[in-house]
């Protein structure tokens, strides 16, 4: 690892870095002599971790986090979990009101309530994982000022509690399909998994690129909101994409496909909605590359977020 | 000089080499006070040397006091060797589990039990959860809690939430304890087992480095006293008689 080797010599990192190895021999250590790089054999610098290996490895905690944060979200309302659901159903009779019967949309995209919801769903895990993620370092500040822990863990965290919320979404989806005649194959199915891969890996590299600057910068988190506000509209969650194909040029229609969130969200049609139809709807050429397409941007945005994060982590604890 | 020198093959568990640490502050808060401070000419940002050339090994099995006054830089060396912070210049480097007692019961949140704060904070401390499992009731045991351990951790009084933080972080399982004015804990027979029981992690051969206000108490406790003034190591030594040196300033 680049990042870390700016010594002049190099520690041998061992697999659980924070145990001593067993079994090392002892030798002579004095004070003031100056110390040799054979001695340095078990030594690690504190607080240099592995980035998201290390959340792997403190899965254990990983999961406490997440149940904590699941646990405490609702605790002290009445509704309680009831609130994960007042959200979507609220926002999706809105939308129905407004885009399926009052613009008639409800005419034109065969299931448009089906459509619709499953779009929705799609923008809530992204918009809440990525909102979450990026204040999660500041809302962990007393933490992350006094205990060393690889900070990665408060954005995969987020994430993490951001599906588990939209779970329960994702089910009342597919009941709701099945009572409209769903009979997904495994190909949908893949679909739907591919889509939620996408959302998720491009959450944790969004959350950890603005999380880390939202340390230092505040205004990450209201640029984060104002994406967010967009995203629901620049990916064909409320319109079908052929609506846009019509009017943009081709050029503009390869920036709107390069956007990952249009190729998960129409991985959800594929998967949810487009079963329930009697497929006459046209769906975007080639998904299965374009999906893997839109996982490689994913990844990518992944990497870079790694990278800032590193770049940027060994001022959070002064900067919080 | 301390006792580790003499002691031929004794092993180092913390190196400090030629550490500095320097603070940027800001004395403006937004785009538009910047842009006022550098019309008038004023300072945009002052830096703060907090650390300077720090030197010093501490070997497995020590007990060391950091010593100073407010401000002198001692809790600054405590958060680079726990890895809170990182050096600007030279390195600190560790060997084996550290735990850092910065402050205890940092990672408590109080929506959630006592037992789960403590698997909680366990977790947060390095432990997994079979660790957790085989301590839990030694832990219980020592905080005197029992009867509170399924109450929600907000209902505690501040003396029965300080116990369990520290039973949690005085049984975990570490190489290297750091501790920040950690035994300012709960009442006086409390405070009493705490030190007996940081006591006894030192005869088991733990390394120990704290840093506390109660002068007589750390000098008592630890055999080795590193005085820290305005960044600088003044005194390595005997921990009495850094205490004397300190007293004397």
Sequence with gaps: MSLRADGSFRIRMSLRVRRPPVGFPVESFPVTAPVASSDLRGFVRPGRGAGLVDVFRRRYLLTLLVRKEVQVRYRGSALGWLWSYVKPVTQFVVFFLALGVFLRLNGSIENYPVYLFSGLITINLFSEAFSNGTRSLVDNAALIKKIYLPRELFPVSSTLVAFVNFLPQALVLAVVCLLVGWHPSLLDILAILLGMAIIVTFAVGLSMLFGSVNVSFRDAQNFVELIILVATWVSPVLYQWTMVRDILPDWAMVLYHLNPMTAAVELFHTGFWEPTTDGGAEMPPNLPAFGLAAFGIAALTLILGQFVFRRLESRFAQDL | ?249
């Design chain 2, 1 to 249: 000089m301390p006792k580790t020198s003499e002691a031929a093959g004794a092993r180092a568990a913390i190196v400090v080499r030629g550490v500095g640490k320097r603070f940027l502050l800001r004395h403006t808060h937004s785009l538009k006070e910047t842009f006022i401070a550098a019309i008038r000419r004023k300072t945009i940002a002052s830096t703060f040397e907090a650390l300077d050339g720090v030197d010093f090994t501490i070997n497995a099995g020590e007990s060391v006091a950091l010593l100073g006054f407010n401000g002198s830089g001692k809790s600054t060396l405590l958060k680079l060797i726990s890895g809170v912070y990182q050096p600007d210049r030279g390195e600190v480097l560790t060997r084996g589990r550290v735990a850092g007692l910065i402050e205890v019961g940092a990672g408590f949140h109080p929506d959630l039990s006592g037992r789960e704060n403590i698997y909680l904070n366990a977790a947060i401390l390095g432990m997994n959860q079979k660790e957790i499992d085989d301590r839990f009731d030694e832990i219980v045991a020592f905080s005197e809690i029992e009867k509170f351990i399924d109450t929600e951790v907000k209902h505690y009084s501040s003396g029965m939430f300080l116990r369990l933080a520290f039973s949690v972080a005085i049984h975990t399982e570490v190489d290297i304890l750091l501790g920040d004015e950690i035994l300012s804990v709960g009442d006086e027979p409390f405070q009493r087992k705490c030190l007996e029981k940081i006591r006894e992690l030192s005869q088991r051969g733990k390394t120990l480095v704290v840093v506390s206000h109660d002068l007589n108490m750390v000098a008592d406790l630890c055999e080795r006293g590193i005085l820290i003034r305005q960044g600088k190591v003044a005194f390595d030594g005997e921990s009495h008689e850094a205490v004397r040196i300190m007293r004397e300033q």
